[in-house]
């Protein structure tokens, strides 16, 4: 079975400054992976980035950027320069061969200004 | 636009009715997905399907009914068997078995039971 944790429920950050928010995942699997999500207030479950377990480089998308390391089985997000509309739940998942997506509890994320 | 469609977006139910909620893609997505979201919790799986005609318990699909009898449509059965239906449901689908395949969402419906 698969796990993913996210241990922090609340994070804060200034805006225009970088904030780390923490994924580790539990697998057997070889192949899998790695997701962010982030969901506003509104509901709505908007994709960030991507990483799969064979990929040698850290993914980058924008401000996004996905610190992976493997031997630790963690897959931490990285925003630079935050903004308000940052401001938002954020949730990490996995996905092994099945095709299902598995969640972690997810990390609220406030930007003060 | 292409996207996934859930409604209504609001939905109130007295205890003991059966509410269905459905669930419209236009992307032409093999699988689709539903969800339930707790307040300030993550998501699980209900159900799955893959295929026309097919599905998949998720991790907790006891309550809850699915049928898949077209590509575009996935509708969700809350039944009356489901002891904590009050909750916010989230359907989404995605092409493929590959790994790297997004998963889009609607925009989800938040259902009351009273």
């Known amino acids: 079975a698969q796990k993913i944790t996210q241990t922090q429920p609340g994070m804060f950050v200034q805006e225009k400054e970088a904030v780390t928010l923490d994924c580790t995942y539990d697998?057997?699997?070889?192949?899998?992976?790695l997701f962010w999500y982030k969901q506003p207030s509104s509901g709505e479950m908007i994709f960030l980035i991507y990483?799969?377990?064979?990929?040698?480089q850290n993914a980058t998308e924008g401000r996004y950027s996905l610190n992976f390391q493997k031997a630790r089985k963690s897959a931490n997000l990285v925003i630079s320069a935050s903004q308000l509309g940052d401001s938002a739940m954020y949730f990490c998942a996995m996905r092994v061969w099945s095709g299902k997506l598995t969640f972690g509890q997810g990390t609220i994320l406030t930007v003060h200004p | 636009d292409g996207g996934i469609t859930q409604s209504p977006k609001y939905l109130f139910r007295k205890e003991g009715q059966n509410v269905t909620l459905s669930c419209e893609q236009n992307?032409?997505?093999?699988?689709m997905y539903w969800y339930r979201q707790d307040p300030g919790q993550g998501l699980r799986l209900i159900y799955y399907s893959q295929i026309v005609n097919d599905f998949q318990k998720g991790d907790i699909a006891e309550g809850y009914s699915v049928s898949r009898e077209k590509k575009e449509s996935f509708p969700l059965t809350v039944t009356s068997a489901q002891k904590n239906p009050t909750a916010f449901y989230l359907c989404a689908s995605n092409t493929g078995t590959g790994l790297n395949y997004e998963q889009y969402f609607g925009p989800g419906t938040r259902l009351t039971v009273t």
């Open positions: 697998t057997s699997d070889q192949s899998y992976g």
């Open positions: 990483q799969g377990s064979y990929d040698e």
């Open positions: 992307l032409n997505h093999d699988a």
